[in-house]
């Protein structure tokens, strides 16, 4: 006897379902605007050239594997890749302060999406040359010094001799070609 079986009834249940369904259905529409707005703002971001800058700067867009996240730089603030299982680390700076963000990608895929002055130096590492302040070691201990980064970049033994000549230095002969 809780609820009576009218046309009053059934009218006046009417409004009280549309009013419970219409927020899921808002949250859902607010959504996908939230959505189209990240996305519109960053083509926009991309799109425009830094404020005080006669030259606009060279854009990396760099996207995770299904394209759900993407990070837009200057080629210039980017320091370095590390790969890190199946995700990415990428190290930048921004306003000069020191930043990573992790994405889900492979270092091969992101390392296709960076100019050619970004270069592999390890298994789990690409190093942008122009950000590299110093280098020690040797080919069996090379390792780069980046600006804006603490700890040093290694550099593998397979990589040494290319990495050297891309930063103009000598590379020093080794012992088997050395005859």
Known sequence: DWHDFSWRSYFGFLPDVW???????????????HEAVVTRLIHLSAAAPAAGASAPAEMLHLSSDNDKEVLVIAASDLLYLESQDNYVAVVHLHQGERRSRLMR????????????????????????????RTCHGNHHG?????????????VSRAYARSVLEALGAPAPESPATAD
């Open 19 to 33: 009013l419970v369904i219409s927020f899921p259905v808002a949250g859902f529409l607010f959504y996908l605007r």
């Open 105 to 132: 990608s492979t270092l091969a895929r992101m390392a296709s999406l960076l100019p050619a002055r970004c270069v592999r130096c390890h298994r789990s590492f690409v190093v942008n040359l122009d950000r590299v």
């Open 142 to 154: 090379l390792q780069l010094y980046v600006e804006g980064a603490e700890e040093a970049v290694p």
